[in-house]
């Protein structure tokens, strides 16, 4: 994932979801490669549970940050996944 914790996106994240991240971070260098997909699924239902809602803006940063070091398969599951939740949440692509 690279020093991900310099990316200018995340300057102004609030310091909980920063140590949510670093503690997600540190979950994905553990992971084999191909499960990075659910590791990412895992993460929001986890901020979720932690009470912990990242904006659009934010979510968008990270899953790109975060997706930076992943095959160009598992980026394209991504962007199905991000399509289809936008979908569902009735929301369009800014």
């Known amino acids: ?10 300057k102004d994240l609030d ?11 540190e ?3 553990r992971a084999p490669k ?3 997909l659910p590791a990412l699924l895992s993460l929001n239902m986890e901020a979720q549970a932690k ?3 990242f904006s659009d803006q934010e979510t968008e940063a990270i899953v790109s940050i975060l997706s930076a070091g992943m095959t160009p398969q598992e980026q394209k599951k ?3 996944l991000k399509m ?3 979908r569902l949440s009735g ?3 800014s």
């Open 1 to 10: 994932m690279g020093n991900w914790k310099e990316d200018p996106r995340l």
């Open 15 to 25: 310091k909980k979801k920063l140590d949510m991240l670093e503690e997600f971070s």
């Open 27 to 29: 979950k994905v260098k």
């Open 34 to 36: 191909n499960r990075l």
């Open 51 to 53: 009470g912990i809602v």
């Open 78 to 80: 991504i962007d199905m």
């Open 84 to 86: 289809f939740s936008r």
């Open 91 to 93: 929301r369009k692509k």
